[in-house]
């Protein structure tokens, strides 16, 4: 059963919540977008800042872009508007710790007790792709098919939102095959990091 650990996202706590732990943002890092476990520098990489994080037991330094604060910045829309126009249950959490302890997420919501919600505030442009598009963004299905396997739950909503432009909304279902392609991407990816971290240990000497 997962763990709901209610704190403020962003706080010490919330990245406390997260040191040594496969993210649902940061799925991308290990599963191509149909879900095949990826290989090469881009999974070392995130592997080296997962064993330095449990290392030191504390976070890597986090950079922002400006792009990344307007975000946040629209956010504050977002929700005004979602409120106004989704007749939504949605309870704020900080953190979802899968069952396994080892994978987590920080939806943006959870919603009654089978859904969840992932809002994003992309740049203009981005936006309107997605609206073109009309489906979630490839970019953002590791994120919400993440959350899903975190959570247990059934559906997840995906909004993409920027003011004065009509919203993307968008249902994705929970897909068992989805799940367990996750499942073991995680698995071939703890069993190289488990296997790293004792090496690391017997250097330590």
Known sequence: MAR????????????QCRIGKVTASELSNIVTPEFSARKGDMVKSYMCEKLAEQWFGRPLPQFSTWETEQGKLREDDAWKWLALTQSLKVSRVGFVEHESGRFGASP???????????IKCPQLKNHFRYLMDGEVPKD?????HGSLYATGRKWWK???????????????????????????????????????????KGQDR
Do not use: H
């Open 158 to 200: 995906f909004i993409s939102y920027y003011p004065g432009a009509p919203a993307l909304v968008f249902t994705v279902n929970r897909d068992e095959a989805i799940i367990a392609k996750i499942d073991a991407a995680l698995s071939a990816f703890y069993a190289q990091y488990n296997a790293a971290m004792q090496t690391l």
């Open 140 to 144: 953002y299905l590791a994120q919400v």
């Open 108 to 118: 943006d919501g959870l919603i009654g007790e089978d859904g969840g919600l992932e």
């Open 4 to 15: 709901i650990i209610d704190c403020e996202q962003g706080s010490s706590e919330w990245l």
